[in-house]
């Protein structure tokens, strides 16, 4: 007969002697636990333990049929059963006897249970349950009755199960853009059912992503449920792409029964590749309007606002509708552009008879992803605010033969303005150098109309010791104009060459005139009466004829 067959016969018999025809008294506390021990001593979760104990009966009979069994719950007994022991006869004081079906030590008792892995740290109870059969008297007057009783005693036992930690790591990147570097929010999660001790994670690199700097973070104690977080940086390298990459890292520590664990875990990344956009924008020009027939230096700004890292950026300007691109620089490259980021670079135009149209350049844009995979090109029209103005051309020269040790001999240039704008409030200034000094070397004229020309005359003297030749003068204008600002001013200059020696005008013919005209603007603000003066700005342009 096996053991379950024997204690249904056993609790089958007992049941049979519970029937009685008088009322029945329950005696308890007849039996309990004695010298009980637990090996081993600490209990950790996922390993064996034996329970070793012995039984004490305080009644004043000895207890019949006994039938002892460990009965617990969740989660000790999910995945070992109970255990079910007839021991027979138990004598008053401590059990000796050896039982039925009994794991025994002499008279010790035992009893080993599995305790299951992912049982969390805390106190556990499990009952020892003993059914028996004993006697008691009963007295009724000056009669007295023998009973047969049926008893159950339930014992409990107490013990405490240190949980297992298990350490999990996650981490999140914002932005990961190949050959930048990157922050990496790593969080260290206890997912066992104990603390975590010492915890100590080491970020590991590969061939694609290379921790920078600290590798290496203690941590502490870290309780089951709870987690730590760790900011590490990585480099990323030119090669990664638009997939899915793992890193290690390593996390070593302790449970609370000092035992030591380790283990490896991946940190999942992905890299965000994102879209660049390379868009060029034109800053405000000193002036702000371009004038009409002359030069000015723009900024432009080239801006990447896009989500991605635009790699390789090509810019080229291209002239458009009588707006020249001058000089030699007219394409920039940038290595790369960061999301947001931007580059001022300068570039000199010119415009030429732009009435009329809409003038302005071209930039034609090239650039790639992060990761050089894609390739983008667009074109953006810049447009231009050109402003009429005036503009001085000599259109003929007269005066008397200079020679050397000539005296007070007037130059008379005639100037036209050949722009779109009067001239106001004109100054005209002649300067030279040896062997020509100017003696009255300064002009006016309140304005002068577009088509509109007048002689303006100045007197020089010439060295006695000059050296018949041509030789270089300036002349500079200052005037204003309609369409600027109050006190904006406006100047330009005229370079030609002035003949010693032969015959007429002593000037260069015609033919032989070389002019070269810049104008600038200068905006000078000025406070009357009993206001000082606050400030002065210059503006200045530059062109060429």
């Known amino acids: 007969m096996d053991k379950f067959g024997k204690i249904s016969l056993v609790l089958g018999l007992l049941a049979m002697l519970s029937v009685s025809a008088y009322p029945q008294t329950v005696t308890s506390g007849a039996l309990s636990l004695v010298n009980l021990k637990t090996n081993p001593p600490i209990i950790v979760a996922g390993s064996n333990v034996t329970f070793s104990f012995q039984l004490y009966n305080s009644y004043n009979q000895q207890l019949q049929y006994v039938n002892l069994q460990l009965v617990g719950s969740y989660p000790i007994f999910n995945v070992s059963p109970s255990n079910s022991t007839l021991l027979g006869t138990v004598g008053q004081g401590i059990y000796s006897g050896v039982g039925l079906n009994l794991n025994y030590l002499g008279s010790t008792l035992q009893y080993t249970v599995r305790i299951p892995k992912d049982t969390p740290s805390g ?43 298990q350490m999990q790591i996650s981490g999140t990147a914002q932005s990961i853009i190949p050959g930048d570097e990157f922050q990496l929010q790593a969080d260290i999660l206890n997912t066992g059912y104990g603390a975590a001790r010492n915890v100590t994670v080491t970020f590991m690199g590969d061939s694609n992503f290379t921790v920078v700097g600290s590798r290496t973070f203690k941590l502490g104690t870290i309780q089951n449920g709870a987690s730590g977080a760790q900011t590490v940086t990585y480099q990323a390298s030119e090669n990664v792409g638009d997939r899915t990459y793992t890193v290690p890292a390593l996390i070593t520590y302790q449970s609370d029964t000092n035992a030591n664990y ?60 009588g707006t020249n691109v001058l000089g030699s620089v007219n394409s920039f490259f940038i290595p790369q552009l960061a999301p947001d980021q931007s580059v001022t670079e300068s570039i000199l135009v010119g415009s030429g008879n732009t009435t009329g149209t809409s003038p302005g350049i071209t930039a034609q844009i090239s650039y790639r992803s992060a990761d050089y995979s894609k390739g983008f090109a667009n074109s953006e029209p810049l447009s231009l605010a050109v402003a009429p103005a005036a ?53 006016y004229l309140p304005s002068l109309a577009p088509g509109q020309s007048m002689n303006v005359s100045f007197l020089v003297s010439i060295d006695q010791s000059a050296v018949n030749g041509n030789y270089p003068v300036t002349v500079y204008e200052q005037w204003k104009q309609p369409n600027g600002a109050v006190n904006q001013q406006y100047s330009g200059s005229a370079n030609y060459y002035v003949q010693i020696g032969g015959g007429g005008s002593g000037l260069a013919g015609d033919a032989e005139l070389v002019i070269v005209i810049a104008i600038i603007a200068v905006v000078a603000y000025r406070m009357r009466g009993r206001f000082m003066k606050a400030g002065h700005k210059e503006k200045e342009k530059t062109a060429r004829k």
């Open 262 to 321: 380790s283990v490896t875990e991946n940190i999942t990344l992905n890299p965000v590749i994102n879209t660049p956009n390379v868009y060029v924008t034109l800053l405000s020009a000193q002036p702000q309007a371009l004038y009409n027939g002359y030069n000015q230096t723009l900024q432009l700004s080239i801006q990447n606002i896009g989500t991605g890292t635009a790699k390789n950026v090509s810019v080229t300007l291209l002239s458009r509708n």
């Open 391 to 443: 503009q001085f051309t000599v259109v003929g020269v007269s005066g008397p033969s200079l020679g050397a040790g000539a005296t007070n001999i007037p130059v008379i240039f005639q100037v036209k303005n050949t722009g779109s704008m009067t001239a106001q409030q004109v100054q005209l200034n002649f300067q030279s150098a040896y062997p020509i000094t100017p003696i009255q070397g300064s002009a």
């Open 123 to 165: 106190s556990y109870t499990i009952d020892a349950v003993a059914n028996y059969q004993t006697s008691a008297t009963l007295t009724t007057g000056s009669s007295s009755t023998t009973e047969t009783l049926n008893q159950e005693e339930t014992m409990p036992i107490t013990f405490y199960v240190h949980g297992l930690p």
